[in-house]
């Protein structure tokens, strides 16, 4: 990997220890490594707390300002923070700034106790010199910043300092020029009502951004959250914990350079007008990562007109859940995908989930797409020739996916050993498009399979592994057919009712034997252990004798 793993149970431990900062709200294994092998951000507990009788207090009156106490100076409507320390805020500057010129080291915080500050030449709120900055809402309080179009500043709260934001008031920024909020260095919000609009990206932190509670509103003409470091493979990262998050942006939901770690809290982005809108040139991306995204809790509900969810490298979700629809791809990685737990549900995409490497291990994934459910192809490798590198691998897990084309769709090898797969493919084209279809080897060696559509497999079935009936009818069969597979002698083995028309059907249960004869029913009605997209084992036996079958030979 390109970064240094923390052992686990130093991990752990850490976690223990300081419950406060981003790492202990990692629960998720894949999320925990990930935060592990990037910087660390750099709030502490201790900045958090301080002596109250120590705060200068600085009254707002306007055009102007004023304060007794040290480390302010103030020159007509603008204040600046000249040193380390604490400083409240209260009431407005028309056209004004607050400024922090803090060359010394030590935490500067700023309390925004009900202040309103719009600026038209720079931005009202800006740190230009500091080690450490904090910017304070305490409860009930309601804060505003806005610049104006054209200012000299990149957005309306901009820091040169690595910058922490935090209390449980509410700030509304307004970035007119360009980005709502910024900062050189990194990036953390911890708590607050936080609305954001901006020209530009929403929030951007250089370094990281990381969000561990609070509620966020940002609605961005650029990205509503973004990471843009590109100079440090540790840096560049966006952390999302516990909070809320309501994205709407023209450009992408979440944007890193490097990765998006998801461990808690809620994500709701809209981007580029939504699925229903056709892609253009420009990303519009619900959730980007440039190395890594990983999803361990939480929900993540994405509507883009470009991929829901996209890595330039890997994704691995194991835990949390994950909505998605798309205009383009639900799920993409350039790499491999993984999905080992949690829930994954594509409701609109033009492929569902894809990846050269695709693995799915365990978790309940529902994928609807109007071309491939499930792709696996590989760069330079045209697509019906056999890909070396590409392939999915079912291995447990709950999966039903409903293609436009195939179901599972592999360029290089199909391999099915556990779990529950619903595979329906096309409803309207046979022949080349399948539920099952793999220009190299298919293998089925465990777990309960269905594969459904005009043609269920594409591909050979296999002659050895786990044994399978194939069946194709006469004529299509309507949408909401209910079918039975059962042994000679009246057992039921399963039933299944299909959500779409089909022509042919493979069962692939543990409870058949090769080259033993099974008996087709259709009609009557289900019954039995519901394992998943509409597949039922056991039950009672119903319906009308359709055909007598082998196990092991024949196609659909």
Known sequence: MRKTLVPMAVLLATLVAVPTTAAQAAVGPAAAQALAANAPDHDDPADHTWNTADEVAVTLTGTGATSAGPGVTISGSTVTVTAAGTYRFAGSLTNGRIVVNSTGTGIVRLILNNASITSSTAAPLAVTAADEVMVVLPDGTTNSLTDAAGQSQTAALFSEADLTLTGNGALTVRGNAADGIATEDGLVIDAGALTVTATDDGIRGQDYVVLTGGTQRITAGGDAIKSNDATDTTKGYVYLGAGTRTLTATGDGVDATTDVIVAGGAL???????????????????????????????????????????????????????????????????????????????????????????????????????????????????????????????????????????????????????????????????????????????????????????????????????????????????????????????????????????????????TITRGTQYRIYTGGSVSGTAVGGGLYTGGTLSGTLIATVTAGSGRA
Request: proline share 3%; no cysteine; glycine share 16%.
């Open 268 to 510: 709701t982005a809209t981007t580029g007008g939504g699925s229903g809108t056709t892609p253009g040139t420009a990303s519009t991306k619900g959730v980007k990562g440039g190395v890594l995204v990983v999803v361990s809790d939480g929900s993540v509900n994405v509507n883009s007109s470009d991929d829901g969810i996209h890595s330039n490298a890997n994704i691995t979700i194991d835990g949390g859940t994950v909505t998605a629809a798309s205009g383009d791809d639900a799920v993409h990685a350039d790499t491999a995908l993984t999905v080992s737990a949690g829930t994954v549900t594509v409701t609109k995409s033009y492929e569902g989930l894809e990846a050269m490497q695709t693995t799915l291990a365990g978790g309940t994934i529902t994928v609807t797409a109007t071309d491939d459910a499930v792709n696996a192809a590989e760069e330079g490798v045209p697509e019906m020739q056999n890909a070396p590198n590409a392939f999915i691998r079912v291995t447990g897990g709950v999966v039903t996916v409903n293609g436009g084309t195939d179901g599972l769709d592999s360029n290089g090898v199909l391999t099915i050993s556990g779990g529950v797969v619903i595979a329906n493919g096309s409803p309207t084209r046979g022949g080349g498009e399948g539920g099952l279809d793999s220009n190299g080897a298919l293998t089925m060696t465990g777990g309960t399979i269905v594969a459904t559509g005009l043609t269920a497999s594409t591909s050979t079935l296999p002659t050895s592994g786990q044994a399978w009936v194939a069946y194709s009818f006469s004529a299509n069969q309507p949408a909401g057919t209910v079918f039975h597979l059962a042994t000679t002698s009246g057992t039921q083995l399963a039933s299944f009712t299909s959500t779409r028309v089909l022509k042919g059907v493979i069962f692939d249960l543990p």
